[in-house]
């Protein structure tokens, strides 16, 4: 028998993993914080200034707090544009559900204060940050694709393409330096 037009067959899959809530949001979210900390930390980090990763990483965070309470805030709006009729959520509530993209920033953070405290150099901090994040993209790529339901290659090829956005911003911050 063949299948209706409107029935989508990636729906009838259990996700597996940590992304078994809301693999979406986790991938927008969680994407969406580790290139923007990957950009800070790439515009931040000037080569032959004085180096400041303590203020680098409160800037991180602060701008990845405000990116979150923005894009809540941003559904909240649009859900009242749009009229219609489904329950809303707080402001706060929204902004609240924005924690991954905040989360995803923390490894980050982390790098540029323990630099500020001493246990290795900012730019030393900054280098690993951006490889770090490129892999983290990699990996929560492949595991959104999975949680969706796609095999390994499949989903080997989503996190290729989630890295792909790191690697650019790697190779932008060099050309620019």
Not at 97 to 103: I, N, T
Not at 119 to 129: L, V
Not at 150 to 167: F, H, K
């Amino acid at each position: 028998m063949p299948e209706r037009a409107d029935h989508d067959p990636a729906a009838d899959v259990v996700p597996r993993g940590f992304l078994r809530r809301r693999p979406q949001g986790w991938l927008f979210q969680g994407i969406y914080g580790l290139v923007l900390a990957s950009a800070l930390v790439a515009a931040l980090d000037v080569p032959g200034e004085e180096a400041n990763p303590g203020q680098d990483a409160l800037w991180v965070l602060l701008t990845a707090l405000t990116s979150g309470a923005a894009h809540g805030y941003a559904h909240v709006i649009a859900r009242r544009a749009s009229g219609d009729g489904t329950a809303r959520p707080s402001r706060l509530r929204a902004a609240a559900a924005e924690w991954p993209l905040v989360a995803a920033v923390l490894p980050t953070v982390a790098m540029l204060l323990a630099a500020k405290a001493g246990w290795w150099a900012e730019d030393t901090a900054a280098d690993t940050a951006l490889v770090l994040n490129t892999v983290l993209l990699f990996a929560l790529g492949t595991s959104a694709a999975r949680a969706a339901g796609l095999g390994r290659l499949p989903s080997c090829r989503a996190g290729l393409l989630d890295m792909l956005i790191g690697l650019v911003i790697i190779v932008a911050d060099a050309l620019i330096e």
